[in-house]
């Protein structure tokens, strides 16, 4: 229109309509270079400062003498503070943990068992936990996994403790009973469930092979999907792939690293009912770690008559009156008389704690059976 006067706008980059702004792409991948050769270099750094720990505790020369779980969680921690992003902090931690890793493997890997085969969740808590530079030793139980460790043939162990959809893992509980192994570490994996085989859709699916418990977390998706297919209960996800992978109709539920360890096509992914779906598993070992400052105990007792009125009140009194967060309690028959019963503990703290101290000497007077299961870091996710 003639008369009007043009208007110029400054418009933010991102916004619609901005002209992309002119990026020297050469200059800004020389500076990428230039960093990672700053990285690289604190890597070594790293190393070398590592390998000085080493040689100072060189009488013992064991990977396990030189790991220290408590160590870890606060370096860990103090990553995820620090992060201001554009890395999650999930991210973050993935890349420390590697590098915390690959740094103690200098002396030797760690040898850390777990309940196999390979391809299971439990084997992805291990890198999880642990990182990639450790030796990870799939055995086929989770009694197995106890007497690995208490044997010596591996310095830790990872297995199964509790599922938040599916409750607790009985047979891990139970093996406390009996073995000195103490729990120093937790895991915390969110299970991302996924249908998975060798042919190219649903359709051709005669049968459904996995582990009960992931039958059971997919047990709607199931009803609604596949309605009629027959359900195949396996020792676990990793048999229930490797059936996908060998039979001709038969898929399998499993985790992602499943599907790549035997060469399967993922049919429909995270299937699981519940979105936040998430097992915690615990590492074993044979000693007790020293305060992380954000910790968890477990204990195992027994108050010897049950049926005594006010008698599980009694031996938790100690905890409340010393302000200890009682998380989480569970009973087994003790297996020492028919209707004797233990508990299993988890509250918040570690052992040395000087409140947890003095709830744990009261409660230790009140029980027929007490056994400290272990202090160590709440898991760092």
Known sequence: MAGRKKTHRKVAAGT????????????????????DEQ??????????????????KAASGRAVDFYRPEREAQ??????????????????????????????AQQEPLKVAFLGPEGTFTQ?????????????????????????????????????????TEGTVNHTLD?????????CGEVELRIRQHLMGLMSSRKGIERVCSHPQSLAQCRSWLAEH???IEQVPCASNAEGARRARDEKGSAAIAGETAAEVYG?????????????????????????????????????VSVGHTDSPGALGRLLEP???????????????????????????????????????KALAALKKRASLFRLLGSYPRAVE
């Not at 002209?19 to 960093?35: F, N, Q, T, W, Y």
């Not at 093996?175 to 729990?183: A, E, G, N, V």
């Open 124 to 164: 992805t808590a291990v890198l999880n936990h642990f990182g990639h530079s450790v030796r990870a030793l799939p055995l086929g139980s989770i009694d197995e996994v106890f007497h690995e460790v208490e044997a010596g043939n591996a310095d830790f162990g990872v297995v199964p403790i509790e599922n938040s």
């Open 226 to 228: 596949l309605p009629g």
């Open 264 to 300: 399967l096509k993922v049919l429909a992914a995270e299937i699981e009912d519940q979105a936040d779906n998430t097992t915690r598993f615990l590492v074993l070992g044979r000693k007790v770690f020293a305060p992380s400052g954000a910790d968890r105990t477990s204990l195992l």
């Open 75 to 104: 370096v860990l921690r103090r990553a995820r503070e620090r992060n201001r992003g554009p890395l999650r902090d999930a991210e973050v931690l993935r890349l420390f943990r590697e590098i915390m890793s690959a740094c103690l």
């Open 319 to 357: 905890l409340a009156r010393h302000g200890v967060s009682l998380t989480r309690i569970e009973s087994r028959p003790s297996r020492r008389r028919k209707w004797d019963y233990v508990f299993f503990m988890d509250f918040e703290g570690h052992a040395e704690d000087p409140p947890v101290a």
């Open 175 to 183: 093996r406390f009973l009996t073995s000195p192994l103490k729990i």
């Open 39 to 56: 990285i690289h270099s604190l890597i070594s750094e790293r190393a070398r400062l590592a390998q000085q720990v080493g040689i100072s």
């Open 16 to 35: 619609p309509g901005a002209r992309p702004l002119k990026v020297d792409l050469e200059a800004v991948r020389g500076r990428i270079d230039a960093v």
